[in-house]
């Protein structure tokens, strides 16, 4: 006997506070629990969907204290969170299966689409759904490799009921860190009208400090020379962050059968720098010649409607969101600049301050009408009309230097060389190192749809695809002695297609299913941006690269095949699901970063990846419940095609680990009066991968992390001790650009939180 998760924490409140996967009555207390997944646009229990998911309930997420977007990847095989943009708040790009880069795996809150790097807090969560594989005939472009789903709680029209959570906490090489959040709902009008509110802030105590630099080695001669900026005190946790947000969602029965469903949802971050390591994860000292702030913002907001229509047929959905996102964020420019002229161009000057910036807007309008059949018979279906009009806006505003081109002039001995362009370097007279705006409009048209056909109680096929037709703008203007002078463009890339999926399934008794899949998937192609030949002429040169073509890049698709099994064993006791994969992926899109800081995409031939996942959870005994996941991926470059100067047969594909493994324990017992205790312990452990900060491909070490947690419980409050990251590993995520370009031997880190110890508590009404 199953029984679903929202009814049991409805009748149970301990189990809202310590949601193990067992009931605590007689018959039922080794038991798992159901879990709903919503992956196929219909309600459907995990087990019977014929498709590779792990779904993390809201209460396992509270379990395990998970508050960032990593928190709970690591309890997904095979998902790998790498980062191929500059910066911090642009640059998240998780990956699945091995189908890594900008845009291949979706990112769904409820039925809006979003930028995937926008990494929103873990609050107020009915569940996490990550759908492995490609999602091109229900989700479209950008899911090639899979789909990230965060399903918010939504409004209840019959109980009152909410939530406060505080905690707090110290992190290893920094400070204090605090939250609170908490949420309510409220039944406005009875089984008519309901309210459910939402809201958190808080506060992460940054880890680097910024130390004076006090001299330099002069590129020519080796000379140490003494730094002219001005001294500096050591400069303490440089990359604190407050961070606030919430969401107001309503939720209005107009009859029976129809239903309107309006939402809000914002979260800004305002961080005080750049949270990254130079050179080694384990150095949490950044030498600088200046003292610069280092600001960062990222503001986002949806807001949406859903209308529900109910027919004896199937239920009609139609939503329209509007996405709206706005980062700004600054770093020192100073460093690479002075490693540019000291150690390139052979012009010893003195360090500069130099701060640099970045802004970027981003809105989104999208629209989804669709049907899902509730036939009595062998047929249902599923079909969909899709519309999305997106505007990205990317600017730099001016970079100067202030005094660069006379510190050229006087050591040089060569007056004007400074603002010659064309044997000097193009300095305008405020000596302007780098502006650009680059604006991309992007439109996309969708018909999709998906049946399935019951041949008997056991065997079944599904059957669709997705139309698409998309057409991408973009035009640009820079600026700059980094940019060799004024240049600009217009550009447009448009294609339309169709992306198949057949799928088998095969029901072999009540407790085992196995099913087989092939899939198509895209992700839709771009425009670069200009690539300058003053200061990256002899790279281009000598990789052989005419900017002239690479201006635009082509959409990429990859073909996955799937054969996998769900079951169900030990009198619902135990679950265990596993899968095997093959994915062909043709003229990928490969980010090529060049040592003179700027980057361009090219489609790079073919790629395939092969793999597994296994996953198990098991109600071991009255209380014990354990968890393991294990996913393998094997993915490389098989043809180089037109860009064999720049990657090779054989090469890995970046930012994916070849093993993803995680475990957990969670003991949940009886304790005086009505009062539970509860200890729990998660594990990770992520794999080898490689990373191309520049031209030059580096390989990151594996790593693992333990968290523990224990405390007590009843039906109203909850106390928790916990310790994240027990034996302080310090793990090289992912290299990083950062906004400026990279100093050769000084690579950007972005790194997971060290040790942090602390407490939390919730109290439920």
């Known amino acids: 006997m199953l029984q679903d998760r929202d009814v049991m924490t409805r009748k149970t409140p301990v189990a809202l506070a310590c949601a193990i996967a067992l009931t605590t009555s007689g018959a039922m207390a080794q038991m798992l629990e159901e879990v709903m997944v919503t992956a196929t646009k219909r309600s459907e229990s995990l087990q019977d969907v014929a498709m590779s998911i792990t779904a993390i309930g809201g209460d396992d997420l509270e379990r395990m204290g998970a508050t960032p977007l990593l928190d709970f990847a690591v309890k997904v095989p095979n998902l790998g969170m790498a980062y191929e943009a500059d910066g911090r708040f642009d640059s998240s790009s ?143 946790n440089t990359d604190d962050e407050k961070y606030w947000g919430g969401q107001v969602i309503a939720h209005w029965q107009i009859t029976d059968d ?21 050179r080694d994860p384990d150095e949490t000292t950044t030498l600088r010649f200046f003292d610069t702030d280092e600001p960062g913002t990222d503001e986002w907001y949806i807001a949406s409607g859903t209308f529900n229509w109910d027919i004896d047929a199937g239920t009609f959905v139609s939503t329209t969101s509007w996405f709206d996102r706005e980062t700004d964020e600054s770093e020192e420019e100073h460093t690479f600049l002075h490693n540019l002229f000291n150690n390139v161009i052979g012009i010893p000057i003195d360090p500069l301050e130099s701060p640099l910036s970045t802004v970027e807007k981003y809105d989104s309008l999208t629209h989804e009408t669709r049907f899902t059949s509730d036939f009595d018979g062998d047929w249902q279906f599923t079909a969909g009309i899709f519309y999305a009009d997106a505007e990205w806006d990317h600017e730099y505003p001016r970079a100067l230097q202030p005094g660069l081109h006379d510190a050229i002039d006087a050591l040089t001995g060569a007056p004007g060389l400074g603002q010659d362009c064309v044997d000097g370097f193009c300095l305008t007279d405020d000596d302007l190192i780098f502006v650009t705006t680059t604006i991309t409009k992007t439109e996309e048209i969708a018909v999709f749809g998906e049946i399935t056909y019951n041949f008997n109680d ?16 973009a035009s640009n203007y820079s600026d700059g002695f980094a940019n060799s002078g004024y240049t600009s463009y217009a550009a447009k890339q448009d294609e339309s297609g169709f992306n198949p999926k057949v799928m088998v399934e095969a029901v072999l008794n009540d407790n085992m299913n196995v099913f087989a899949s092939a899939s ?68 990928m899109q490969q980010q090529n970063r060049l040592a003179c800081g700027f980057q361009f995409v090219a489609n790079a031939g073919e790629a395939e990846s092969v793999g597994f996942e296994v996953e198990l959870t098991a109600a071991i005994t009255d209380g014990l419940i354990g968890t393991l996941g294990v996913g393998y991926t094997d993915a490389e470059i098989t043809d180089p095609g037109d860009v064999s100067n720049l990657i090779q047969k054989g090469d890995a594909i970046l930012g994916v680990p070849d093993w993803t493994a995680n475990g ?7 304790m005086a009066g009505d009062w539970d205790g509860m200890v729990r312990a998660d594990a990770n452990y992520y794999g080898e991968s490689t990373t191309a900060p520049t031209s030059e491909v580096v390989v990151r070490d594996d790593w693992a992390a333990l968290n523990l947690r224990a405390g007590m419980m009843n039906d109203t409050w909850e106390l928790i001790l916990f310790a994240n990251n027990v034996t302080d590993e310090r793990a090289n995520l992912s290299d990083n650009r950062s906004i400026a370009a990279n100093v050769p031997g000084r690579a950007r880190l972005i790194t997971n939180r060290p040790r942090t110890i602390g407490v939390e508590a919730r109290m439920r009404f």
């Open 94 to 236: 998780p990956s699945i299966r091995g189908v890594f880069g900008q845009g291949t795996t979706g990112f769904y809150i409820d039925d809006t689409p979003v930028n995937a790097s926008i990494l929103p807090r873990v609050m107020d969560v009915q569940r996490v759904e990550v759908l492995r594989g490609p999602q091109g005939s229900l989700y479209g472009a950008r899911s090639m490799g899979g789909t990230i789903r965060m399903i918010t709680k939504q409004p209840d029209l019959h109980e009152s009921e909410g939530a406060i959570h505080v905690s707090g906490s110290t992190v290893e090489d920094g400070d204090e860190n605090y939250s609170i959040d908490g949420s309510i709902n409220i039944p406005v009008v009875e089984d008519v009208f309901a309210l459910r509110l939402s809201g958190y802030y808080g506060k992460n105590s940054g880890i680097y400090d910024r130390v004076y630099q006090e001299s330099w080695i002069e590129g020519g001669s080796g000379a140490v020379r003494p730094t002219t900026a001005p001294p500096f005190s050591k400069n303490e």
């Open 258 to 278: 129809f239903s309107f469903t309006p939402k809000f949802i914002a979260q800004k971050v305002d961080a005080d720098g750049m949270p990254f390591a130079d």
């Open 458 to 473: 056991q065997w079944s096929i599904t059957a669709g695809g997705r139309w698409y037709d998309t057409e991408v703008k």
């Open 664 to 670: 957990s324990l969670e003991y949940v017992f009886s």
């Open 520 to 587: 198509k998937g895209f992700r839709i192609g771009g425009i670069n941006g200009n690539l300058p030949l003053g200061l990256c002429g002899d790279e281009l040169n000598e990789k052989s690269i005419n900017p002239a073509e690479t201006q635009t890049y082509d959409s990429d698709d990859l073909w996955s095949y799937e054969l996998g099994f769900k079951s169900t064993l030990a009198d619902n006791r135990v679950t265990l699901n596993a899968a095997i994969y093959l994915i062909d992926w043709t003229d």
